[in-house]
């Protein structure tokens, strides 16, 4: 564990993205296969099963410290952790344990069989001979998953330096459906070919937004224009006559959507589909909030099939024959995907995505901003010449979102925030007019820069009213323009709308607090946006 | 009536009519140490420890101020003012008042532990204690500063032995001091920042000892600097005047550099965990010393720590008051007001 905390404090202290690298790889040189298996396992968003909960964790760190679990618990609203708060205020170990990541990893895994009093002996154990980074980790191995600013693409170039195999190779390698105990180190990374693991999918292709004009991505006919529908990117594979459906983000999602079933048996082996995953009825794309009823559910009701019905919306074919064709361009890889779609009946799962011609990018723009009465977000321009890289790129892709919806609100509540932003004030409720008094209607945490956030906090400080916990309501002077992608009914908020990715656009020095938006204005919108 | 009360101007004893550091204009401030919360313009007349006076001096201009050794004892209409070392910075005192028989004591900003520069703190026994709670949170526990420079002098050495340049951040009076005071220079040359070289100047004039340094200027050949260090305020940091200084490894010396969080967001590549305020054993360790049961808690985390006191027993309260402790560490100026300091740091 500590060659792990060492390299965390490495990874911890940069951004720069070389030094980061360079600590991961001298890590993978250091440790055995065991600890280098575990260690691409957390990066890539694999934790051991959780088996202690929070609140457990709370109460054995209080009785250790002998601080009061309300002391301990206004600590964690200030460092903005957990297993940090735990780390820093238990004493200083008592003893030295040095022992490996796997053995930490295994210990834990060791508390599924324990009662509660065994699970808290073996934790305070364990805390007293941790040093305070150690510590955190062990808290962060228990509790859940930990961010340290490392993308699976920047371990996997890591690992690439150190192992001497080629980074795309290796990417593909670490994609699927493993976990550190069905396989070892060795297995994963020398797989040869992507049917070892016919669960496989292959990397995302993902576009950033375009910021420039779009005139001077050159000529039009270079580009294929689609829309970027509104629903959930995903990938569906169809391998030895089974269907696996993966999320973007790289989780296996078949059981949430049965409708994918029947193409295991409708489409041939050797077919791997990028697409969207879209809520869609009579021909239509129904709206996100639609989509939004089956997530996070694990089983799905018939009538909520009927209600919320998906289908694949077909954006690009990667594998075709068993062959993986991400080289050819996208021209013919569309031709190929529209091949397929028309050839085989799939009861209408799959749906061709459909592409617009333009001869002069007016046109586009004017296409663009009928996206959202359509569901979707904008257009996705992709250029004819293209290959489908892994990750996020620029050049060949883009995407070009319409402009968000937005409304003046005032700040009312603040909250500080968490992680990089304990301490400050990032988390705000806002409010609109409803004659002279104030009515929240949504949260917001992001949008503004560091040095607003922290002048933001000085005059939170400065201006709050009341206190309620971590929560304080402050005076109604500061005006904030929110963004928003979309609005609807709620009878779960006070104000009667939920909003879409509500972020701060910009802070509205400029504006008199009198003159923000009312609650008219938002129900007028949800009138004319509302789903 | 208490001795002491506390309005919308600061700490006041009626009964003398003083105030200790005031953020309002008053006739008659008693000031703790030279930090600007607590040592603010306008006041009529000044008083403040020997030590103390000539930063004082330097940050106000020309003003009436009148100053005292530590332990003279003033009597104004009866009431008895004495100063005590609080061993925060060089200078810095925790003010008693009595009157008969009624002790009170304002603490300013103080820490337990001797850092070798300051008047090391003694405690002082009251019956009413002024404290502050900068860092009064049981996540805040401070290392020795042995074992801190020992990481700072080693993280100079390793970014020298890269053929980079080290910058260490710390506000100009106090921090920078201490920091100069525990660096290792067998490793090389220290360079300082204007607003903390003026400091320096100010304080080797009253007779403090501090290693040699040299203010960053234009005249400096760029290639002079990697191998070195660079003591430099927190608000030059992400402006243009560090560019001069090529690669360099950025590290900020603050008692928030506890927090992950906080050592994020800062931007620094180290986050050095030096404060001189107290941590959250010595704060109650103080309160113990003291023996006073009525506590005030000002600055910092107010109404936690005072409803923890109030937990163990004591009669604590929390105040409003405009002090801002290690604040101004990590909350960064705007860029204009910086980017102008630093250039009339460097005499452009």
């Known amino acids: 564990m500590k060659n792990f905390a060492e390299l965390f404090r490495r990874l911890d202290r940069t951004t720069k993205i070389n030094a980061k690298v360079a600590a991961l790889a001298d890590y993978f040189l250091q440790v055995d296969d065991e600890d280098k298996l575990w260690t691409v396992a957390l990066l890539s968003h694999r934790r051991p099963r959780r088996t202690v909960n929070s609140k457990l964790l709370r109460a054995w760190a209080s009785e250790l410290s002998e601080v009061a679990t309300w002391i301990l618990e206004e600590s964690y609203h200030v460092v903005g952790d957990l297993a940090e708060t735990i780390a820093l205020v238990l004493p200083p170990p008592e003893t030295d344990y040095d022992y490996t990541l796997t053995y930490w990893i295994d210990y834990i895994e060791q508390f599924a069989g324990y009662d509660e009093l065994g699970k808290k002996e073996a934790v305070q154990e364990a805390w007293r001979g941790l040093g305070t980074t150690e510590r955190y980790l062990f808290n962060k191995l228990i509790t859940g998953n930990f961010r340290v600013g490392v993308s699976q693409k920047l371990m996997t170039r890591a690992l690439a330096r150190a192992t001497g195999i080629e980074e795309t190779n290796l990417a593909h390698r670490l994609m699927g459906n493993w976990t550190p105990n069905d396989t070892t180190f060795e297995e994963l990374i020398h797989s040869e070919s992507a049917t070892d693991d016919i669960s496989r999918p292959y990397p995302f292709y993902l576009a950033y937004q375009l910021e420039q004009p779009a005139e001077e991505l050159g000529d039009p006919h270079e580009w294929q224009a689609e829309h970027k529908w509104d629903g959930i990117r995903g990938q569906v594979i169809v391998r030895n006559d089974e269907v696996f459906v993966w999320s973007r983000g790289e989780e296996l999602v078949n059981d949430k959507y049965p409708e994918y079933d029947i193409l295991a048996k409708a489409i041939p082996n050797g077919t791997v589909i990028d697409g969207e995953i879209l809520p869609y009825k009579d021909g239509k794309p129904l709206g996100f909030n639609v989509l939004q009823t089956r997530i996070g559910r694990k089983t799905v009701s018939k009538k909520l099939l009927k209600e919320a019905p998906v289908v694949l919306m077909c954006y690009d074919l990667l594998e075709y024959e068993g062959r993986d064709i991400r080289k050819l361009p996208l021209s013919g890889r569309r031709e190929l995907l529209e091949r397929l779609v028309k050839e085989y009946d799939t009861q209408g799962i799959l749906q061709l995505s459909p592409v617009f011609h333009f001869a002069h990018w007016d046109e586009l723009a004017i296409e663009r901003e009928t996206a959202r009465e359509k569901y979707s977000e904008g257009i996705m321009l992709k250029r004819r010449d293209s290959e489908y890289k892994q990750g996020r790129k620029k050049g060949d892709w883009w995407k070009w979102k319409v402009d968000p919806l937005t409304i003046d609100a005032v700040m009312m509540y603040a909250q500080r925030g968490h992680g990089r932003r304990a301490n400050l004030y990032t988390d705000f409720t806002f409010g609109v007019w409803d004659g002279d008094t104030l009515v929240p209607f949504t949260k917001a945490y992001s949008g503004l820069t560091d040095q607003e956030f922290n002048k933001i906090t000085a005059w939170v400080r400065r201006n709050t009213v009341e206190k309620f916990g971590p929560v304080r309501s402050v005076k109604p002077k500061q005006v904030f323009e929110i963004g928003f992608e979309g609005i609807r009914k709620s009878t779960r908020h006070k104000s009667g709308v939920a909003l879409r990715f509500p972020r701060m656009l910009r802070w509205r020095h400029d504006k008199p607090v009198e003159e923000a938006n009312t609650k008219a204005d938002l129900e007028g919108m949800l009138e004319v946006y509302g789903s | ?348």
């Open chain 2, 1 to 348: 009536m208490p001795l002491l009360t506390f309005n919308d101007r600061g700490i006041y004893c009626e009964r003398a009519d003083v105030y200790i550091d005031p953020w309002k204009p008053v006739p008659r401030a008693l000031i703790t140490h030279g930090h600007a919360d607590h040592s603010r313009w306008g006041n009529d007349h000044y008083l403040s420890t020997r030590t103390a006076a000539p930063v004082i001096r330097y940050r106000l201009g020309d003003i009436d101020l009148e100053a005292v050794e530590y332990g003279e004892v003033r009597t104004i209409n009866g009431v008895k003012f004495s100063f005590h070392p609080a061993g925060h910075i060089i200078g810095s005192a925790q003010i008693r008042v009595e009157y008969k028989g009624e002790i009170w004591v304002a603490s300013g900003d103080y820490k337990l532990e001797d850092d070798g520069l300051s008047e090391a703190y003694e405690p002082v026994q009251c019956q009413h204690f002024i404290t502050e709670s900068t860092f009064g949170l049981p996540v805040y526990r401070w290392i020795t500063q042995e074992e801190l420079f020992a990481d700072i002098n080693d993280w100079w050495r390793q970014t020298a032995s890269e053929g980079r340049t080290a910058i260490l951040t710390g506000y100009a009076l106090g921090k920078a001091q201490r920091l100069l005071a525990g660096l290792d220079t067998s490793i090389g040359k220290i360079y300082t920042h204007g607003a903390i070289e003026n400091t320096n100047e100010v304080l080797r004039k009253q007779g403090i000892k501090l290693p040699e340094t040299t203010r960053v200027n234009r005249e400096i050949n760029k290639k002079e600097y990697p191998g070195n260090i660079v003591i430099a305020t927190p608000g030059a940091i992400g402006q243009p005047w560090v560019k001069k200084f090529g690669n360099a490894s950025i590290g900020a010396a603050s008692g928030w550099m506890t927090l992950r969080g906080a050592r994020r967001r800062r931007g620094a590549d180290r986050g050095f965990v030096l404060s001189d305020h107290c941590d959250w054993p010595s704060l109650l360790e103080a309160i113990d010393l003291t023996g006073a049961d009525n506590i005030y808690v000002t600055h910092g985390y107010t109404s936690i720590f005072s409803k923890y006191l109030r937990e163990q027993g004591y009669n604590a309260v929390e105040l409003e008051t405009e002090y801002e402790g290690e604040l101004a560490e990590i909350e960064t100026k705007g860029s204009e007001e910086t980017s102008k300091e630093n250039a009339v740091a460097d005499g452009e």
